[in-house]
C-alpha cells in the first residue's frame, strides 16, 4: 500500500529517498524491539503496511545483512520474526567510569605504576556499580553511598 504508492512517484530519485526513509524507520522500530525482535506482521500493523510491501522491506533489510527473518507459527499462522543483526551499544555501563576523567589516564598501564589492576578509583567505582545493580535486582530503593579516591590516590 504505502511503498506501492511510493514507488508510483515519478521522480525517481524523490522515490528512491521515500523508500529509504521507510525502511530506516522500520530498521528503527527492529532495533528498539532488542534481542527479541518484532513479529512482521505486528510491525505491518504498526506502520499500516500491506504484508506484500511490508515483506519486501524485510527481504531489503535482510539481504543488506540488517536484520534476520525466523519463521514463527504464531496465532496458528506462519509470521517472521525480525531481529537486528547488531544492536548499537549500550555505554551507560561505564559512562561514570573514574577512567573518562582521570587526570593519570595517559600514564595507566596494565603493567605499569598507574595501573587499571591497582587503581582505587576503580575499584570503587566497580563496588559502587554493584551495589547499584543488586539494589536494583531486589527492588530496593535503598541507595549506596561510597567516596571515591581522588586521581592522587589511585595507585597503591
Do not use: H, Y
Amino acid at each position: 500500500m504505502l511503498v506501492s504508492k511510493l514507488m508510483q512517484q515519478d521522480n525517481n530519485e524523490g522515490r528512491e529517498e521515500s523508500i529509504e526513509d521507510l525502511t530506516s524507520k522500520v530498521f528503527k522500530l527492529i532495533v528498539e524491539q532488542g534481542k527479541e525482535g518484532i513479529l512482521q506482521s505486528r510491525l505491518w500493523k504498526e506502520l499500516n503496511l500491506t504484508s506484500r510491501d511490508g515483506s519486501r522491506i524485510a527481504m531489503r533489510l535482510e539481504k543488506r545483512g540488517l536484520v534476520t527473518r525466523q519463521r514463527v507459527l504464531e496465532n496458528g499462522r506462519w509470521t517472521f520474526r525480525l531481529i537486528a543483526v547488531r544492536l548499537p551499544l549500550d555505554t551507560t555501563s561505564i559512562e561514570g567510569a573514574p577512567c573518562i576523567t582521570c587526570n593519570l589516564e595517559s600514564m595507566c598501564t596494565v603493567d605499569g605504576s598507574v595501573s587499571p589492576n591497582t587503581c582505587r578509583l576503580i575499584e570503587n567505582w566497580v563496588l559502587v556499580e554493584m551495589s547499584k545493580r543488586m539494589n536494583e535486582e531486589k527492588g530496593s530503593d535503598a541507595t549506596t553511598t561510597t567516596t571515591l579516591s581522588t586521581p592522587s590516590t589511585a595507585t597503591s
